[in-house]
């Protein structure tokens, strides 16, 4: 076990049920023992373990043992008579009570009482009993203990006899007082913020329990076995576990494994939520002290959810280890348990930065005064008292980083992603990362070079053709080549292509590897989604495109920054190097970065395409309104987003690094924008909402053209470009849901033919129309289509009724590229 001293594992081991090993215990020091023996979490297990493995112990440590068996035989005999002190007291005041732990262990869990370790006397008492039973320990003499925070515990604040006893270091003293926790519940569930159905029927089915010469009402075997199991869930949660219960439920699990009646009544009693979690304790028993398991807890054990299943496969020791290695690792099993994100969030917090409890000294001192003046062992308390605030919130401080670190680990592996999905989307890190720098600088790199916005329109337009030609030849080759292939075929023309645009001076040239570049990237677009379909299952597949998709947007983040400040950084190194320089060695850089990808795909093995399929592309009456449109919306982002650098550049003046700034912004607003959207849809519904963020988009535009200021004009862009992200997914999820499953894929292919063909000619015409007219007229007439595009929208399909249902998050498809517009 790892993190756990060898001297406490020996232990662990020698008291497992199946396969136990005792040899351990004859290698240890007088020291080691002399540890184990302090240890108030291990402390509990020496009586078994005398028991099982007395000629492997030290004579010393026999002797202390059964010193301590004496003491503990005497307190029981002091337990009694409290308990029926109490007992009488409370039928003298007309409450009811039924004993949990302590002796109500046995029989099953503890030979004898005798023999187990209890420091105090655990009753539930039922709504109109509990404050009564309170009262009647008050007179008997017993207080609330103080200074504790009782507020995430099932019982009242623990009721403690005053009288003159001293500790003395005998945990098994007869002398030491009996205290009594009154338990008003069976399972904290405002603390837990989760909890199982049925435990109401705990005190109907409450049953009479006679030992030696004394009896007291206690749980049905049954529900004995689900409250301890509770208890055992609950010590797991909040960490570190109490190890002597966990043994003693092992006990109880692995001589009844054999007992068909009893876990059949366990069955039909128990409501499914009760025996999930029961069955949780019943698993980390086994863990540890490899007890066996009845078929009935076996078939339970391998109905729990993926989530819980993936936290024992990876966590099961830490409840354990807790107690001797910082770990918060059990906060990942309670949060697999909760079901509301609000809740989740809630103990998330809670348990990362707890709120500090207060001492008994701390509190005693808030009315200690002499003569106006807090006395001195006021004041030393309170020093005291601000040290163990210190060393608290420093031990919680070091728990976050490790905890946030695991709970990402682990969130990931109940997604059930193959090694393969993690090395493609390194792939894709490494194409968009370069991308996203390259279409940054290039614009800016030709405008170096003396060319217009004529040009760059021209530039824009041939790469958008190019896609379009290059969309059917490319999903030819990834049928006749396979995926591996036309994607590594993708990743050495694309760098090259790049590269060579960023060589030639000429402008034919330019324009030609323009229209062969954006054929190339075809490639890559047509393989994508069936890359990650082939390397993901039909339980994760949801998750490796949101992965792959939003992860682009991010990645558009760091892109951002580096593209820049790469053309800076490189001035910097050699001051010969002019501007126009440093941008063009950053764009061979960029393609480097994209050829970097070839690295992950070559380790890559996709199965082999089956046979293509005729395509009919659909003549759905809904796509008679919609791709007009789609088209007329097309046009107006497309008319501005691939000269955004231009615009901030030449005609803001503002400095390369500044322009990688707001880029980077941008990508994060299109982020939450992604995440406002379904909040927006379901409101006003798909059409009505994206008409209300198009006319968002179309206002972000005509206050582009009417700015001057590049601090302005930098947060009306990324507000504009977030608008315009969220009618995009909202936009291909009504394309969906108004066609037929065997429509989809065509209809598919006539949006993308439809909104390239229309950025092709607004990508020429804006590019002509800013060189002639200037921004701010081609802009304003941008925002002018851009909103007739928008009541189109409402005119066109308003009248298609859809529920709120279909605008939820998860119709909401997201996509990706990186060509600067999202």
Known sequence: MPDIPPNVTAVLTALKFRGSRRESLRTLTDAEWENLLSRWEILR???????????????WVRSRIDQNLADNAQRFERIKAVYSDFRNALRDSGAEHLVVKGFAQWPGFVDHPRFRLQSDIDVYCPPDSIYRARDALSNLGYEPA??????????????????????????????????FEPHFCFWNESFARFGPKGLDQFWLRRIERRLDNFSFPALSPVDNVGYCALNVLRDALRSPMSIHLVYELARFLHTNADNEEFWSSWKELHDDTLRC??????????????????????????????????????????PLSASFRLNKDALLLHLTLIETPRDKLAVLFKRLFPTPIESVESVSIHNTVIDGQKSVGAFRERIRYVGYLISRGGYHTRAVLPTLWHGVRFWLSTKNMSKGFWTFLAACFCFDFGMYIFFLLYNLYLLDRGFKENFLGLVASAAAIGGIAGTIPAG????????????????????????????????????????????????????????????????????????????????????????GRLPGW???????????????????????????????????????????????????????????????????IAAFTPF?????????????????????????????????????????????????????????????????????????????????????????????????????????????????????????????SFARFGYPAVLSVTAGVALVAAFMFRFMLGKDPLSSAQTSSASLGVQTDASGSG
């Open 45 to 59: 297990l020496m009586v078994p373990l005398r028991h099982i493995c007395g000629d492997d112990l030290p004579e």
């Open 146 to 179: 103080r200074g504790i925070d009782f507020g995430a515990s099932d019982h009242l604040p623990t009721m403690v006899l005053k009288t003159s006893w001293k500790w003395r270091g005998n945990h098994y003293d007869p002398d030491m007082p009996v205290s």
């Open 277 to 318: 979690l029961e069955v949780i304790s019943f698993r980390m028993a086994s863990h540890c002290f490899a007890c066996r398991l009845s078929e009935e807890v076996e078939r339970e054990a391998n109905l729990l959810p993926n989530a819980t299943q993936a936290w024992f496969q990876k966590f099961a020791d830490s």
């Open 476 to 563: 030819l080759l990834a049928q006749r080549l396979g995926l591996r292939k036309a994607l590594l075929l993708c990743l050495t023309l694309v760098p090259v292509t790049f590269a060579m645009r960023s060589l030639l001076v000429r402008d034919v040239p330019l324009l030609f590897l323009a229209f062969f570049g954006g054929a190339a990237v075809a490639i890559w677009a047509v393989c994508i989604s069936p890359a990650i379909a082939q390397l993901t299952n039909e339980q994760s597949r949801p998750f490796g495109f949101s992965v792959v998709f939003s992860s682009g947007i991010a990645v558009g983040v760091l892109g951002g920054q580096a593209g």
């Open 570 to 636: 490189l001035a910097h190194l050699d001051p010969v190097v002019t501007a126009m320089r440093a941008k063009q060695m950053s764009l061979l850089i960029a393609c480097g970065i994209v050829a970097l990808a070839m690295l992950p795909i070559v380790s890559l093995r996709f199965e082999s395409a089956p046979a293509r399929k005729k395509k009919f592309y659909p003549r759905n009456p809904f796509l008679a309104r919609f791709l007009p449109a789609i088209a007329l919306w097309s046009l107006a």
């Open 644 to 768: 955004f650098n231009a615009y901030f550049s030449q005609y803001l003046r503002m400095p390369l690094k500044q322009i990688g700034v707001v880029y980077s912004a941008s990508q994060l607003s299109q982020v939450l924008a992604i995440l406002a959207a379904p909040v927006i849809f379901r409101k006003y519904g798909l059409v009505t909402g994206i008409m209300y963020t198009q006319i968002a988009a179309a206002t972000g535009l005509a206050c582009l053209a009417a700015v001057h200021g590049a601090s302005t004009a930098a947060i009306i862009y990324v507000g504009y470009t977030g608008f315009q992200w969220m009618s995009e997914p909202a936009m291909f999820s009504l394309l969906m849901n108004n066609l037929a499953p065997s429509e989809r894929t065509g209809g598919s292919a006539l949006n993308f033919l439809v909104t390239n063909v229309s950025s092709a000619i607004a990508a020429a015409a804006a590019g002509a």
